[in-house]
């Protein structure tokens, strides 16, 4: 079992920055690849980014490419997103989500375990 728990999230204006944080606990952290989904009221859960094991690959949706980063310390079992610049379609529910080995398609279904969520809402 893993558990994970996301902290960060708030009101923010337009244009300001937030980071996410995702914990982790049970099993070997760094050997799960991580990614970041949010969902929006009325919307499926999508994709944010996504990253390997090591953190060297990493992947982002072309929407917040340049603005966001994705990040992790395995020495700390901790997964981030600098998030800047945000926009206030980008108000959702973010969650961290982990999967053993290799992240394949980054289809929700894929995921093994996730977080309970943290609202990040920007306001115009």
């Known amino acids: 079992q893993v558990q994970l728990v996301e902290s960060g999230g708030g009101l923010v204006q337009a244009g300001g920055s937030l980071r996410l944080s995702c914990a982790a606990s049970?099993?070997?952290?760094?050997?799960?690849?991580m990614a970041w989904f949010r969902q929006a009221p009325g919307k499926e859960r999508a994709l944010v980014a996504r990253?390997?094991?090591?953190?060297?690959?990493?992947y982002y949706v072309d929407s917040v490419k340049g603005r966001f980063t994705i990040s992790r310390d395995n020495a700390k079992n901790t997964m981030y997103l600098q998030m800047s610049n945000l926009k206030p379609e980008e108000t959702a529910v973010y969650y961290c989500a982990a999967k053993y080995f290799s992240i394949v398609s980054g289809d929700p279904g894929e995921f093994d375990y996730w977080g309970q969520g943290t609202q990040v809402t920007v306001s115009s």
């Open positions: 990253l390997s094991r090591s953190g060297v690959s990493t």
């Open positions: 049970g099993r070997t952290f760094s050997s799960y690849a």
